[in-house]
């Protein structure tokens, strides 16, 4: 966390983080919120067996689009 702060002045300076790109990032901020809320409900309503299978699942998709995404 304390190298990511480092960071900012940096990205900063290059021009990565300006004023608009933070006024998107405060947009989202509500959408951000939605989404932790309903995370945490379907994580208490969702077995755990049925979980552990999603995020395999989800994993191996991610693993195979970088994959391709690296060829390519």
């Keep these: 966390m304390i190298l990511n702060w480092i960071k900012l002045p940096i990205f900063a300076y290059e021009g990565r983080i300006t004023l608009a790109s933070v006024k998107a990032d405060l947009a989202m901020i509500p959408f ?11 994580l208490n309503k969702m077995p755990k067996k049925l979980f552990d299978w999603f995020i395999l699942i989800l994993s191996a998709v991610a693993s195979v689009y970088m994959i391709i995404k ?3």
Excluded: H, K, Q, T
């Design 32 to 42: 951000l919120l939605i989404g932790a809320v309903l995370g945490i409900i379907m």
């Design 70 to 72: 690296s060829i390519y």
